[in-house]
């Protein structure tokens, strides 16, 4: 009979997806992917991390979730055998005297037990009135919040010079929770993003870390945390300042100014395709993440690429996505060029000989990639 994590592995390994794709796709870490795969659960967090991300690994497969839960469960029965010692045991056998004996001390102590409980009990049963829970209200700015919420609990998240209010809705078999953008549902180890603004990009990240289904009283441990540019709006002290090249105002006219501002900032490439391309992308001037992403993607596929200096990009199809940027509060359309057209472009801050700041789209020729 196959195993769990055989089954999981042959239906991915089918749909040719990779754990760093799968990854992507599902918000859950490569390292949990690989330990559902191996049936090693020693480095997930709890036990309804497991479940959760079962469920979740499952429904992206289109496997069917409760045959995974059932086989997890039978994995874990077969984990724990009863020992050798407690099957060879041999029951005790009483004689029957004291079978006899225990049996009328048991209906003497009901009899004694009933007649007490007449004589006792009181004329008028005091029922007390549940605890009354005043709902709380959190704030939050740019930095993530993580907390448990309870029923009616809500949060107010400052975004510049406004306050978007969320409210704990209810708790069930899901977590409901309204938002300005509506409202939002989610299961355990789900997560969602919600557009506060409604400029069309998702501004907000919540993540349903832990909770107990139909079980209201225990709350959800809620991680709330920005996307894209406000999750970055505040610099840090300790933000390294990026490796920007001074242009000259001649070299600016060749490039499309994105952005101007008097300190460069982190900022989000939003791409929503529209027809099919092949899409490549690296980080400009990060050590830790200059490797090349390339994919093929199709019609109503999605890409959110962050970068605090600037990004490359290859595309085989300038016009097979609407692309945005999005940084400082803002979103701005940005045109790679005509349909069909093979586009190398540079999306990075560059410094003009007033020391200020621009973030441009510089077109490249094909043989510098």
Partial sequence: ????????????????LSFDQVSRETNIAVRYLE?????DFSGFPGEPYIIGFLRNYGAYLDMDVQELLSLYRSFKIQEQPVPVEQLLKTPSRLPKILIIAAVVLVILGAGGGGAFYLLTRPQ???VKA??????????????????RF?????????MESNQYKLELANLGEVVTIRTPGGTVILDLSQEANVDLTNSGAADLRITAVEFEKKNADMGVQLRLEMTGAMAVSVPSADAVSPPVEVVSAAG??????????????????QSNFQGYCMFRWEILFERDRQDRNERYFQRSDELNIQAQNGIRIWASNAQAAKFQVIGGGRT?????GAAGEVVVADIRW???EDNRYRLVLARLETGNT
Avoid at 35 to 39: M, P, V
Avoid at 332 to 336: A, E, Y
């Fill in 35 to 39: 330990g559902l795969e191996a049936e």
């Fill in 350 to 352: 560059v410094r003009d």
């Fill in 252 to 269: 600016l006219a060749t490039a499309t100014v994105i952005f101007s501002s008097p300190s460069a900032y982190p900022f989000t490439l």
């Fill in 332 to 336: 701005v359309p940005v045109d790679l």
């Fill in 130 to 147: 549940p605890v009354s829970r005043t709902p709380a209200e959190y704030v939050m700015n740019a930095d993530p919040l993580e907390r």
């Fill in 124 to 126: 008028k049963t005091e």
């Fill in 150 to 158: 309870y029923k009616g609990d809500s949060v107010l998240v400052q």
């Fill in 1 to 16: 009979m196959e195993s769990l994590g055989e089954k999981l592995r042959a239906v991915r390994e089918s749909k040719d």
